[in-house]
């Protein structure tokens, strides 16, 4: 079950808010699409990102992917632990998997997010 | 039917084979098919694997911008598609693939070509296939050394090596298809080592064309870079690839 605090967007990231800052992911669909996951590229502390451009890559066994922003803002805090432990994305990408976490720049993105029901439905229509 | 552009570009060198790969998948081009050589030859890494490592001295290395172990691009064609993947409104050439499915499309291209040369190849079986449940071993550092169930395979010896890269709307995909060889050891074979009569490039980029055509049920009408192209090329082999520090995340924007 995707959990239903959260926040998906259309391209598969998750977002949870907590004040004005947003801890982003990728859903357990963008990890299954990519299958084995090898290794990651993350931004740094500090770095600014801008809604729906690339911050990083993904690298899976066959292809590296774009990862997209789903909000802008300042990243205040990188997951680095993960580019040596990708297993702990594929594992629990809504928990331990989170990528980063962002300083809102503009907290009215948050309503181009949807909910997970409308989510769901978006994975409907696209199968 | 789609119209893909086909771009015969004759040989570059590594950092502008590569650019002019990313050209067309930066400036928002049409589906193209680009086929060249390399000239001189080069040892391209996959985008992730360490620069750190000692290589053979007097080769060029470039960084693709996709995954994957190094090739040492010598004898081959290579071949690169790029192609929008943009889902339900634009069906149609790869659109809205998933990575294993675009493979299977653009390596039935390849399969084609090299049954037409002669050459039964088939995607690898599952005992042609590294186990992936050998966690303690590290994925070979070479393309040709690696087996994955999207490779082509000819008696148990890998032919082609391709790698992807994606964004939201757009894939690349380029892969190299061994006229002979890879200087270092016994897991590939070109289209030269098993033929008994003499195949040219030209021979090997005819066939590819066909059976590109005929895999993506396309027409591939000849064409060229254009300048928007041809200047992100420039900026790119000068900004990225003969730059040993470029970060994928270092982004270059397309031309407007």
């Known amino acids: 079950m995707r959990p239903k605090e959260l926040l998906y967007s259309e391209t598969h990231e998750w977002v949870k808010v907590n004040g004005g800052v947003a801890t982003v992911g990728i859903t357990d669909h963008a990890v299954e699409h990519l299958s084995d996951l090898v290794y990651i590229e993350l931004p740094r502390k500090g770095d600014r990102v801008t809604r729906g451009q690339p911050f990083g890559t993904i690298e899976s066994v066959k292809a590296v992917s774009d990862l997209n922003a789903p909000v802008t803002g300042t990243i205040v805090e990188v997951n680095d632990g993960l580019a040596d432990q990708l297993d702990i994305l594929a594992g629990d990408p809504f928990g331990s998997g989170w990528l980063l976490k962002i300083e809102l720049g503009d907290a009215s993105e948050l309503e181009a997010l949807v909910s997970p029901t409308s989510y769901e439905e978006i994975l409907a229509r696209e199968s | ?256």
């Open chain 2, 1 to 256: 039917m789609t119209r893909w552009r086909l771009v015969r570009d004759g040989e570059h060198a590594p950092a502008a084979n590569l650019a002019r790969d990313e050209a067309l998948f930066l400036a928002g081009s049409g589906p193209t098919l680009r086929l060249y050589l390399w000239n001189p030859p080069g040892l391209s890494l996959g985008y992730f694997q360490p620069r750190d490592r000692p290589l053979p001295p007097g080769v060029t290395v470039v960084r693709r911008p996709t995954g994957g172990g190094a090739i040492f691009h010598r004898c081959e064609v290579t071949y690169c598609a790029v192609a929008p993947l943009a889902t339900r409104t634009m069906r149609g050439a790869l659109g809205g693939l998933s990575i294993p499915d675009s493979y299977e499309v653009l390596h039935q291209g390849v399969l084609r070509a090299l049954e037409s040369l002669g050459i039964r190849a088939h995607l690898a079986r599952p005992n042609d296939i590294d186990s992936p449940d050998d966690s303690s071993e590290p994925a070979a550092f070479l393309c040709f050394q690696r087996r994955s169930p999207t490779d082509l395979i000819v008696q148990g010896r890998k032919i082609v090596g391709s790698a992807q890269r994606r964004t939201r709307e757009r894939l690349l995909q380029h892969g190299s298809v061994l006229l002979r060889a890879q200087p270092d050891g016994p897991r590939s074979v070109g289209v030269q080592d098993l033929l008994a009569s003499p195949v040219t490039t030209e021979d090997v980029c005819q066939a590819l064309v066909q059976g590109f055509e005929a895999a993506l049920d396309a027409e591939l009408v000849p064409g060229s870079l254009d300048a928007d192209e041809i200047l992100l090329a420039e900026r790119l082999v000068r900004d990225r690839y003969e730059d040993p520090h470029w970060r994928r995340s270092s982004r270059i924007a397309p031309p407007r």
